[in-house]
């Protein structure tokens, strides 16, 4: 297939010898860090956090990377290798679970609001409607339809330089976000509709404060 972009590079890594070279040893630390199951430290850390981004790939390898957030603990921690992600009203596309029906794998990655460190799970998924599990995961006694149950093949936590550079915590430092486009302005231009940028910028703020758990 052409490629047909921009930007052409000059020097592409193609070996796993070339990235090793670049990157160096990585400390005994880092190696031994990672394990198979949720253990204690784990299970704290999901149980406070509000907000994991998964990602999943379809058969073909296109690939989806979907935030989700609720109150801390939203994720349950079934057992040591078992984790459950309920799912809430969104988009209605359901890339996630269409991805997962195709290509089982997936990676997760816990942030705690105020802590620097992430944790991080891979694993494969099913799309799940058990009654009883939907139920324990209500919010306001809205319910679920789906859950996302996550077969822990490894599990670490990642050192939080990512946060700290990019001052994720710290509002005084935050970048300007006068001149972005609002949600609704994307929406009508990227899908080229024929509703007005007001009508959709409406019908968004709508959507965000009265649609968080119904539909």
């Given at each position: 297939?052409?490629?047909?972009?921009?930007?052409?590079?000059?020097?592409?890594?193609?070996?796993?010898?070339?990235?090793?070279?670049?990157?160096?040893?990585?400390?005994?630390?880092?190696?031994?860090?990672?394990?198979?199951?949720?253990?204690?430290?784990?299970?704290?850390?999901?149980?406070r956090s509000s907000f994991v981004v998964i990602s999943t790939?379809?058969?073909?390898?296109?690939?989806?990377?979907?935030?989700?957030?609720?109150?801390?603990?939203?994720?349950?921690?079934?057992?040591?290798?078992?984790?459950?992600?309920?799912?809430?009203?969104?988009?209605?596309?359901?890339?996630?679970?269409?991805?997962?029906?195709?290509?089982?794998?997936?990676?997760?990655?816990?942030?705690?609001?105020?802590?620097?460190?992430?944790?991080?799970?891979?694993?494969?998924?099913?799309?799940?409607?058990?009654?009883?599990?939907?139920?324990?995961?209500?919010?306001?006694?809205?319910?679920?339809?789906?859950?996302?149950?996550?077969?822990?093949?490894?599990?670490?936590?990642?050192?939080?330089?990512?946060?700290?550079?990019?001052?994720?915590?710290?509002?005084?430092?935050?970048?300007?976000?006068?001149?972005?486009?609002?949600?609704?302005?994307?929406?009508?231009?990227?899908?080229?509709?024929?509703?007005?940028?007001?009508?959709m910028e409406r019908a968004t703020d709508?959507?965000?404060?009265?649609?968080?758990?119904?539909?």
């Open positions: 297939m052409a490629d047909h972009s921009g930007y052409q590079p000059d020097k592409v890594v193609t070996t796993a010898e070339e990235i090793l070279a670049l990157l160096g040893e990585p400390m005994e630390s880092q190696v031994k860090k990672v394990i198979d199951h949720i253990d204690d430290h784990c299970r704290a850390w999901i149980e790939a379809s058969a073909t390898g296109a690939m989806d990377v979907s935030p989700k957030g609720d109150p801390p603990g939203f994720v349950r921690v079934l057992d040591p290798k078992t984790l459950a992600v309920p799912d809430r009203p969104g988009n209605h596309r359901g890339d996630t679970f269409l991805n997962v029906l195709e290509n089982s794998h997936v990676g997760l990655m816990f942030v705690v609001p105020k802590r620097r460190e992430v944790v991080r799970v891979s694993g494969t998924a099913l799309v799940v409607k058990d009654r009883s599990l939907l139920e324990s995961m209500a919010v306001g006694g809205k319910v679920p339809s789906l859950a996302l149950v996550v077969r822990v093949h490894e599990a670490m936590f990642h050192c939080g330089k990512s946060m700290i550079r990019s001052h994720m915590w710290e509002p005084d430092l935050w970048g300007a976000v006068d001149g972005l486009p609002t949600y609704g302005r994307a929406l009508v231009d990227h899908g080229q509709l024929e509703r007005s940028v007001e009508y709508l959507n965000e404060k009265h649609r968080l758990y119904d539909e």
